[in-house]
């Protein structure tokens, strides 16, 4: 097993909190290396599909669009109502799952690889940093010098830099709600023609300032929960950025009675939250695997294997094997695929015209004679369909029973809804307890669905 961290390396607080109980700033070391490259490729591409999709469109519709004031979900070119709701249902559930899944097989890969507060904090506003206030010891240099013309020049810069990424990434949060054309509308017009909107944006604006110019590694630290209860989802056998103590231990400089670590801190340094990955697994770690590149580089040039900090388990730090088809990670695939095959079945088989019966309120019956009862009906209507549809009514209640429909049949228009209203007459010597049970039957595209059962209502004969 893991060996423990002596009394002495266990922090008596969080790692950016002083002994004051003061926030002291982390700066992360900027490094190089082979985690970083792959994680670089991946942070770009995850930001090119986050603000792509409201630009691109399917079939006339949006990759993506939650479309609130027309109640629809937009989804690669399939619309989604709220009748769909179970859908997102089993979506947050496979989200879920997933989440669970992986955690337990490679531990918070999330936080490092694609978690959004990782990907924009450390690949765009950090490589702003870098590109204006320079690496570690030139910001920790700035930072603690008198305001000068030239830092101030720099801080300005800086942050009108960030406000421009936050005004980008909110205004296309608000596209995914409103769409690209509505978007570009608002912003070639005055605010207080959409304060709605605009206000919603400015909000997200300041908001996401704030947390990746400001708060940064708090988010991880102290506000995301994911943190909270990764604990009870690894185990021994989970696959964890880790050190290897039983190689780097005792550390100190190079020597016949010293382990590899030369206790340089340069993994340390390139922590964005902070810790000491030599004390072990920390609820502060988000495994972005910065101190693995940091420490190999340190291991090559004192011509020691890499790997030092490497992706394992406690099991493999002990020397032993880990098991990757352990029976949580079974158990996790096996409910992993039956719900998402469950899904695709649902999702393959959703009607795409539905209809839903409606007795109006008010007047329950009109006397159209003496001898014949008239009940006013209505359908609703819902066409999710990219294309429009035929709709005809039959009742099934016999020759003296008549259905009048003013519009039949009725072609329902893509994506839309309609109240179809109706009128069922009975002879009233049929209402020998004051109602009749009538089927109707529906046609789409003149394919008959299942019947609908009706309740005429009237005077008892």
Not at 136 to 161: C, E, G, V
Not at 418 to 434: E, H, N, T
Request: hydrophobic share 45%.
């Amino acid at each position: 097993m893991q060996q423990k961290p002596q009394p002495s390396q266990v922090p008596k607080s969080l790692y950016n909190i002083d002994a004051t109980g003061k926030r002291h700033r982390i700066y992360p070391q900027d490094i190089t290396g082979k985690f970083t490259r792959i994680r670089t490729k991946l942070a770009y591409l995850l930001i090119l599909i986050y603000l792509l999709p409201p630009w691109l469109k399917i079939n006339g519709l949006p990759v993506i669009q939650l479309n609130i004031p027309d109640r629809q979900f937009v989804l690669f070119g399939s619309i989604f109502w709220p009748q769909d709701v179970q859908y997102l249902v089993f979506i947050f559930i496979l989200a879920g799952l997933f989440l669970f899944f992986i955690t337990a097989l490679l531990g918070r890969v999330w936080c490092g690889w694609a978690c959004p507060q990782t990907i924009f904090l450390e690949f765009v506003l950090r490589r702003i940093e870098y590109w204006i206030e320079g690496n570690r010891t030139d910001q920790i240099k700035l930072d603690k010098s008198p305001w000068t013309p030239s830092k101030f020049t720099k801080k300005a810069i800086k942050h009108l830099l960030f406000l421009l990424v936050a005004a980008v990434v909110s205004n296309t949060f608000l596209a995914y709600f409103t769409g690209v054309d509505s978007l570009l509308q608002w912003i070639s017009s005055p605010p207080w023609e959409n304060w709605t909107a605009f206000l919603f944006m400015l909000f997200f604006l300041f908001a996401f300032y704030f947390d990746l110019a400001h708060f940064q590694e708090q988010y991880c630290i102290l506000v995301c929960p994911y943190a909270r209860f990764q604990s009870a989802l690894i185990d021994s056998q989970t696959i964890q950025v880790m050190y290897d103590p039983r190689r780097g231990e005792p550390r100190g400089r190079r020597s016949k009675v010293t382990g590899d670590c030369i206790d340089c801190s340069a993994c340390i340094r390139a922590c964005p939250t902070g810790i000491d990955i030599r004390n072990g697994s920390q609820l502060e770690c988000i495994g972005c695997t910065r101190c693995i590149d940091a420490c190999d580089r340190i291991m090559t040039r004192i011509k020691k294997p890499k790997g030092l900090i490497r992706y394992e388990s406690e099991l493999g730090l002990a020397g032993e094997k880990p098991s990757v088809m352990r029976p949580r990670i079974i158990i996790y695939i096996l409910i992993l695929t039956i719900i998402t095959g469950s899904f695709f079945w649902v999702l393959s088989n959703r009607p795409l015209v539905e209809y839903q019966l409606i007795k109006p309120k008010g007047v329950p019956f009109t006397l159209i004679s003496q001898n014949q009862v008239s009940n006013h009906f209505s359908l609703r209507l819902i066409n999710k369909d990219l294309k429009q549809h035929r709709i005809r009514l039959a009742q099934q209640g016999g020759e003296d029973v008549s259905l009048i429909v003013p519009i039949s049949p009725y072609t329902l228009k893509a994506n839309s809804t309609y109240r179809l209203a109706f009128f069922m007459i009975v002879p009233r010597d049929k209402l020998s307890a004051g109602r009749l049970k009538i089927p109707l039957q529906v046609f789409i595209d003149d394919v008959a669905q299942e019947n609908i059962e009706l309740v005429f209502i009237g005077p008892s004969s």
